[in-house]
């Protein structure tokens, strides 16, 4: 009888030990393989002065760099560790998982599985620690306009983008978490706490700083040590007392910021968001609009980023604008932020005095039109391209027509702006052809065209090659194969379709073309117009604002312009042919010391790349070598010996251009 119940409190002791949770399990991506080495290893040391206890358990995954930290015996690959009180960041004390890609996805599911499957919890933080990155392109042909952090000197700067951290969360076997947090840069953006909605609990927050961040980061020891007292904290607490120590440790006049952000209040910031940008739709109101934007300072601006605190710009567009309906919209919006942000941190270098405002939460908004990435608009990051208006009033903003063309707030309506090759044609006179180019003011992605060829002109027509008046439509890139597009003719009426909805966004690089060959002009002297209409998906047609017209006069009937003529029909076909070569966005970028440049040869040739300042003085060559065709690389590593700011980078190809990017070094 005695072994029987003896049996029976061993395996309820076993079940009570096996099923116990944590209160919360505290995992860290420590991600030190790069230029934040040391200081890695100084927060691994905060975490280990407050140690794990029976409540709280504290693990990380720490990947180390090479050249500069040698203490602990510079190892130099990845290791995991449960953090006890006063535990070196010895190899010893941890479990050796190889070297490791932190920028990988896969490599963050596996340590989300291993805090699972080791320590499990009633509530999770999620912590990722690194540098925290900007709006960029990660490579050619990838998935522009992602924020991105953990960036992997040891893995050839691989760095993990925001789609890419919430698909490896909905991989692993921690789906929902109650805090995700990042002590990294730049991360305090609305698009990255709406990204990561679907993975944190309702009642989860965010921590993440608009502006950059000092290398000493979080202070993690009297954070911790709370934690171990209050372990039945909520999410919102610990997100609050990691503000409060931020503030503490930073002190009043800094240019630090933090916040906690409530993902329950996320989707009606978005909401408020899309009618706020919606509400911008007054033409008359356009300069006080720009005035709000310029009182409104970018966090970190002079190296490429272009967060705009919201709560800041609607109260400058509340307090300058005349329109009650923006005003209204601008102070819901306001209100909206408030309630998302649980608590906030912002030294006295970034308030609003300081022209920055942070009150906790930053949305994408360059200054200007020639800072802007049409990649925004096709790759929006809250919400879908539909559902989302925020990259519709920046369309409308920097096209200087908050009305867009007729009343439209959604933008492609009306949108575009045309020129054609020829300024004059003569009366009653044969051509070769006419070049029409439509260059998108706003998301054309999936929308169509219509033409109206000049009464009186040859009728055009899409079946015949040969025939007078033949049509045929493509979309034209400098550095990219045209693509066709579908045509279809009803009179004088040529109607476009077949544009994919990632192409002829609002400065993508696209426009639309169509040749008009074979044909005879009108006898009557004056303006020929062809008249435009351009709709989005599913959109209604409506004119452009400017409508493009030549000039038919006697003055151009001559031998010239007819030479001139044939001239523009064989540019026109060059245009068509594949190019032989295309130049790559470089990545990382912003970057510090090493980024790589893709570029694609057609052709084997003499490759050349070199680097210029704005001024356009060159730099340096960073490339001059012979190259079989196919897909490269190049890779420049000095960005250390340059300044801080823009500079751009040019590819030739047996001595011509074939395509010129910007790049900026971050210092």
């Not at 509530?123 to 690194?130: P, S, V």
């Not at 944190?200 to 921590?207: H, I, M, Q, R």
């Not at 910021?257 to 408020?272: Q, Y």
Request: aromatic share 12%; with cysteine.
């Amino acid at each position: 009888m005695k072994k029987i119940i003896i049996g029976m409190l061993a395996v309820f002791l076993f079940q009570s030990f096996a099923f116990s949770l944590y209160k919360w399990t505290f995992a860290v991506y420590l991600d030190a393989d790069n230029n934040l080495e040391d200081a890695g290893v100084a927060d691994f040391i905060e975490m280990s002065n407050a140690g794990s206890d029976s409540n709280i358990a504290i693990v990380c995954q720490f990947d180390r760099a090479s050249g500069y930290d040698t203490s602990y015996n510079d190892w130099k690959s990845t290791y995991r560790f449960f953090i006890e009180p006063g535990m070196k960041p010895y190899t010893s004390n941890g479990s050796y998982v190889y070297e490791k890609n932190m920028g990988s996805p896969t490599t963050l599911t596996n340590f989300i599985n291993w805090v699972k499957t080791n320590y499990p919890a009633e509530k999770y933080a999620l912590i990722f620690w690194n540098h925290g990155g900007g709006w960029r392109d990660r490579a050619i042909a990838k998935t522009p306009m992602e924020r991105a952090v953990c960036w992997d000197d040891g893995s050839s700067d691989d760095c993990l983008y925001m789609k890419e951290v919430s698909g490896a969360i909905q991989n692993s076997n921690i789906k929902n978490w109650d805090l995700i947090g990042f002590d990294a840069c730049l991360m305090g953006h609305f698009e990255v706490a709406y990204q990561l909605k679907d993975c944190l609990k309702t009642d989860a927050v965010v921590v993440a700083s608009e502006e950059t961040e000092p290398g000493d980061g979080w202070n993690y020891t009297p954070i911790l040590n709370w934690l171990k007292t209050n372990y039945t904290a909520s999410a919102v607490s610990l997100g609050n007392k990691i503000v409060s120590e931020y503030s503490s440790f930073y002190g009043a006049s800094s240019d630090s910021t933090l916040s906690c952000i409530k993902n329950s209040n996320v989707l009606d910031v978005a909401s408020k968001l899309n009618s706020f940008a919606d509400s911008i739709n007054d033409n008359s109101q356009l300069s006080k609009i720009q005035s709000a934007r310029t009182a409104c300072k970018a966090y970190s601006e002079a190296d490429g980023y272009y967060g705009v605190d919201i709560y800041r710009f609607a109260e400058q567009v509340r307090s300058k604008v005349t329109n009650s309906s923006i005003q209204t919209a601008a102070t819901n919006l306001k209100s909206s932020v408030s309630s998302c942000v649980a608590s906030n941190y912002r030294g006295s270098y970034r308030n609003n005095t300081s022209g920055y405002g942070s009150y906790g939460l930053c949305v994408y908004f360059p200054k200007t039109k020639s800072n802007y990435d049409s990649a925004y608009a096709t790759e929006i990051l809250y919400g879908s391209g539909s559902g989302n208006k925020w990259d519709d009033f920046l369309t409308r903003y920097y096209a200087g027509n908050l009305s867009s063309g007729g009343g439209s707030t959604s933008g492609p309506e009306g949108s575009g702006k045309v020129s054609l090759s020829k300024a004059g044609v003569a009366p009653s006179t044969y051509y070769t052809s006419i070049t029409y180019t439509l260059t998108p003011t706003a998301n054309l992605g999936g929308g169509k065209v219509e033409v109206t060829i000049p009464s009186n002109w040859t009728a055009p027509q899409n079946t015949g090659s040969r025939g007078t008046g033949y049509v045929k439509a493509w979309i034209y890139h400098y550095g990219l194969s045209s693509y066709k597009l579908q045509t279809s003719v009803s009179g004088q009426k040529l109607t476009i379709t077949g544009i994919p909805s990632s192409r002829m966004g609002y400065k993508s690089g696209d426009k639309l073309k169509f040749s008009y060959k074979k044909f005879t002009t009108q006898s009557a002297t004056g303006k020929a117009y062809f008249g435009t209409k351009t709709a989005g998906p599913g959109g209604t047609l409506q004119d452009i604002s400017i409508q493009k017209y030549v000039t038919v006069d006697s003055l151009y009937k001559s031998k010239l312009f007819e030479e001139d003529a044939e001239e523009e029909e064989e540019i026109e076909e060059e245009e068509e042919e594949e190019v032989p070569a295309t130049l790559g966005q470089n990545y990382p970028n912003p970057f510090n010391p090493q980024t790589k440049i893709p570029y694609r040869i057609n052709e084997p040739g003499r490759v050349v790349i070199k680097l210029y300042n704005v001024t356009g003085q060159e730099i340096v060559t960073i490339l001059d070598e012979d190259k079989l065709s196919g897909e490269h690389t190049a890779i420049f590593e000095s960005g250390d010996k340059l300044s801080r700011g823009v500079y751009y980078y040019q590819l030739t190809l047996n001595g011509k251009i074939a395509g010129t990017k910007r790049a900026i070094v971050l210092k």
